[in-house]
């Protein structure tokens, strides 16, 4: 597919089916994270602009255009999403590269990713009609109940800037599938093609106030909208850090909050593998992948002892072989992290694991090639210690650290020693340890002799300092519908006989 030469849209806030500007007109750049020149600007929004998108939102759900659709009425606007988004790909997949700096057909398949994740759950939409209304089976005649799936009300959507456009579609798509309206708070780094979502969302006719998209920073844009009274729930996707302030604030208005955060994924390759370059590519692309940018990032290599120099020094032969370059070039495998803060942030990770005693075996510096831009070469870890910040810290760029093991027990051991939960990785050929590890691993995500690859029917999500609840899948859907039990006395004519009546005084 041809890479398109491509023009920055100019996009105010996108609210009750319009652009709007910010009420108080501010704006925020657009930065190339492969060039570091300011490319465009992005609206910022405050406060003010949360509570009008928050009420337009509220007005969706009380409109018949949107409030009182079927679920199949509603998968018609999600296929017509998913179409325009595929009509738009190229176009699309070239502004999340130039605004996120992930390699150009990384992009393309995550709008793959996008138009594949709206029209499933656009197949959702149209099953949730005929389970709406379930019945319940009581241990008593005298009362019926049914069980009600309803829209949960204005859903707060906040997201971050690894996989713009497809970690926003993983919770609008979900989120209208179920009847909610939506505000979406993109990350203020990458936020152009959530932008672009508003345009499509106009194009295909979306009720105004189903989806409004306010892009601006996490502390201007992102708290009010965790904190306003009428917002009745937040789905969250970013880091720790943030995960506790939104927990907190939302705890004052017990408010339900889905937390998708960060983690420290372990990748186990014993010496029985099928094959070692297969193996060597799994462990690569399980970390260097998306610019090494992935919140399940198998970053950290636990490495039967008995293989570990032969599978180094192939990995090593593999590492040097990555194509780093701007990242529309084509064939690109690595470009920039996404900012000066990250690049900086990188690296400080880096030198630090070099000050505690860690080597670094390969990587650590500007590719000599790339003057410009926020680029890190693929780096490698030895020398690793349990105790190092590089073995516990989520470093999110392309850098992998290593330790040995001698048994299985030894494996799993180090595969647990994290606070975090979200996802790890095997490779063996033995089905049957695999399934060992699979029980033992403390993680929401498990891969068996791969690592990474993701789709959209099953659930996604961490355990411990990884996050709670589950998106994609029917969870997905789940997290944006309120439960609702209805009983009622089917003997009306029978007294209940609790009191004593005073007709038998
Ligand atoms: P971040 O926490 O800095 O920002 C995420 C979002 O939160 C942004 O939109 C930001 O503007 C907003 N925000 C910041 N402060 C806020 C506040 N006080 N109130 C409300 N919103 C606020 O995260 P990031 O740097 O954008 O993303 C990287 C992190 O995301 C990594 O830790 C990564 O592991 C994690 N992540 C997790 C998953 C997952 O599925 N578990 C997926 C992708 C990324």
Same mark, same amino acid.
């Given at each position: ?77 999600? !296929? ?121 969302? !106009? ?36 880091? $720790?850090? &943030? ?160 330790? &040995?093991?001698? &048994? ?52 996604? $999500? ?10 994609? $899948? ?12 209805? &009983? ?18």
């Amino acid at each position: 597919m041809a890479i398109p030469n491509i023009r920055i849209p100019c996009r105010q806030l996108f609210i009750d089916g319009e652009w709007r500007e910010p009420v108080k007109k501010n704006r925020l750049p657009i930065i190339n994270p492969s060039t570091e020149e300011t490319i465009g600007d992005i609206p910022a929004a405050t406060s003010e602009d949360v509570d009008i998108a928050v009420r337009a939102a509220r007005n969706a759900l009380r409109r018949d255009d949107w409030g009182s659709t079927t679920g199949a009425q509603r998968a018609k606007y999600l !296929r017509a999403i998913a179409a325009k988004v595929l009509e738009k790909k190229p176009e699309l997949a070239t502004l999340e590269t130039i605004d996120s700096g992930k390699p150009w057909f990384e992009a393309a398949a995550d709008m793959d990713d996008v138009v594949a994740c709206f029209e499933y759950y656009a197949d959702l939409a149209e099953a949730l009609d005929s389970k709406k209304k379930t019945e319940v089976k009581l241990h008593l005649d005298a009362f019926k109940t049914h069980v009600y799936r309803e829209p949960l009300g204005v859903v707060g959507l906040i997201t971050p800037w690894n996989y713009p456009l497809l970690m926003s579609t993983w919770k609008v798509a979900p989120a209208l599938a179920a009847g909610c309206a939506a505000v979406l708070k993109p990350s203020e780094m990458a936020s152009i093609t959530s932008l672009e979502l508003g345009e499509v969302c !106009r194009e295909v006719g979306l009720p105004p106030g189903a989806l409004n998209i306010l892009t601006g920073l996490g502390h201007e844009a992102g708290s009010p909208l965790v904190s306003h009274p009428d917002v009745d729930k937040i789905s969250f996707t970013g880091s $720790g850090l &943030t995960g506790v302030k939104i927990m907190t604030a939302a705890a004052q208005l017990v408010k339900p909050v889905t937390l998708e955060l960060g983690g420290k994924s372990p990748i186990v390759v014993f010496d029985d593998i099928h094959d070692l370059d297969i193996a060597v590519e799994w462990t690569l692309f399980g970390c260097f992948w998306t610019n090494g940018q992935i919140c399940s990032a198998t970053s950290r290599l636990i490495l039967q002892e008995t293989i570990a120099s032969k599978f180094l020094d192939r990995l090593l032969e593999w590492t040097k072989n990555i194509k780093i370059s701007d990242p529309l070039e084509e064939d690109c495998k690595l470009g920039p992290v996404i900012s000066r803060g990250q690049y900086e942030k990188i690296m400080k990770f880096i030198s630090t694991a070099k000050n505690e005693g860690a080597t670094i075996l390969y990587g650590g510096e500007r590719p000599p090639h790339l003057k410009k831009g926020y680029y890190i070469q693929p780096t490698i870890i030895t020398d690793v210690d349990t105790s190092m910040e590089i073995w516990k810290e989520e470093v999110f760029g392309p850098v992998l650290c290593l330790k &040995t093991f001698k &048994t299985e027990e030894e494996a799993i051991e180090l595969a647990n020693d994290t606070r975090y939960g979200l996802a790890s990785a095997i490779l063996s050929k033995d089905l049957d340890r695999c399934e060992r590890f699979a029980k033992a691993s403390q993680s929401g995500c498990v891969w068996i002799n791969c690592s990474q690859p993701c789709f959209w029917q099953p659930p996604w $999500g961490g355990k411990k300092r990884s996050g709670f609840g589950r998106e994609l $899948g029917e969870w997905g859907l789940e997290n944006y519908l309120n439960i609702k039990q209805v &009983t009622q006395y089917a003997s009306p004519n029978e007294p209940w006989g609790f009191y004593k009546s005073p007709s038998n005084l």
